[in-house]
């Protein structure tokens, strides 16, 4: 059993930066593909960003790409999204979800929004002008 437990959001003006972690505690995450997922008030829930459980493969949405990245560090069972250069549109509830790799077939396949084992808390980001 995997619990994810998430920081690091807040407010933030646009053009700043923040970085949002994951944290398993339960089990090692060597195993598992992480995503993180938002979803913005009034709007569809989307994927983001997803990273391979090796940490060598990544994924990032149209959205996000060249702004947002996604690193992980399994020695401290931890997942990591750094945001640089925010706008408006990002201000949404985030959240990070694992899978067990076996289970997915590949990092943009699990960018896909739908049903994970395994949910963080969500933390809200809100960008302001």
């Known amino acids: 059993q995997v619990q994810l437990v998430q920081s690091g959001g807040g407010l933030v003006q646009a053009g700043g930066s923040l970085r949002l972690s994951c944290a398993a505690s339960?089990?090692?995450?060597?195993?598992?593909?992480i995503g993180w997922f938002r979803q913005a008030p009034g709007k569809d829930p989307e994927g983001i960003s997803c990273i391979s459980n090796s940490g060598d493969t990544t994924f990032y949405a149209d959205s996000v790409k060249g702004r947002f990245t996604i690193f992980r560090d399994n020695a401290k069972n931890t997942v990591y999204l750094q945001m640089n250069s925010l706008k408006l549109e990002d201000t949404a509830v985030y959240y990070c979800?694992?899978?067990?790799?076996?289970?997915?077939?590949?990092?943009?396949?699990?960018?896909?929004?739908?049903?994970?084992?395994?949910w963080g808390q969500g933390t809200r980001v809100t960008v302001s002008s």
């Open positions: 339960g089990s090692t995450l060597d195993n598992y593909v």
């Open positions: 979800g694992a899978e067990l790799f076996h289970r997915v077939a590949g990092v943009q396949a699990m960018c896909v929004w739908r049903p994970l084992d395994y």
